[in-house]
């Protein structure tokens, strides 16, 4: 199924400067939750970030953060998965109600929060889109473990550059001429 922007809405997870700083591959992975971020904005697709125990790890990334602009939802949560924490979780299902079914998820670690939300998500009855590009964890190969059980599960693994095309559908509109710039 490819992605709606009517439909989706964007999670970013624990995108967090202490935990960024033991992840494979972290400027990428900033960079590419940046990006959707942006998009979602731009398109009007609702977005939610999470915080995993801030007080310890804190805050989200500043360049996430500015990228938000307070334009959405932030909760501070120690469960693992998303959809175990009541006000995400709620989050979450309001939007899904407002025809939001497809969730495309960005953060880390792929193999713990990020695998065990996506998977709730499905569960649940959503469409969980983890983004590869904008995802990472500690170690490669939990990276790779994670993916490929994400797949396996029947979670749809894409990249920023599938999410922003499918969104925006065709060229020389309005939508495409202004996320032109993020996929350069």
Not at 101 to 118: D, L, R, W, Y
């Amino acid at each position: 199924m490819l992605l709606s922007r009517e439909k989706s809405q964007v999670l970013i997870v624990d995108v967090q400067d202490k935990l960024l700083k033991a992840i494979s591959g972290a400027d990428k992975v900033v960079d590419r939750c940046v990006r959707l971020v942006l998009a979602a904005r731009k398109l009007g697709i609702p977005i939610t970030l999470s915080e995993q125990y801030p007080q310890g790890l804190g805050p989200t990334h500043d360049s996430v953060r500015d990228a938000f602009a307070n334009d959405g939802f932030l909760a501070d949560k120690t469960e693992f998965s998303c959809m175990r924490n009541d006000m995400l979780r709620d989050r979450l299902h309001t939007l899904r109600r407002d025809g939001r079914s497809q969730v495309v998820i960005g953060g880390i670690e792929a193999h713990v929060c990020v695998t065990q939300t996506a998977m709730d998500l499905e569960a649940q009855g959503f469409e969980a889109f983890v983004v590869a590009d904008a995802v990472g964890s500690r170690s490669k190969s939990s990276y790779k473990l994670a993916l490929s059980r994400l797949q396996r599960s029947g979670v749809d693994v894409v990249d920023s550059e599938m999410v922003l095309f499918e969104w925006m559908e065709r060229a020389g509109t309005p939508e495409f001429k202004a996320l032109q710039a993020l996929v350069k």
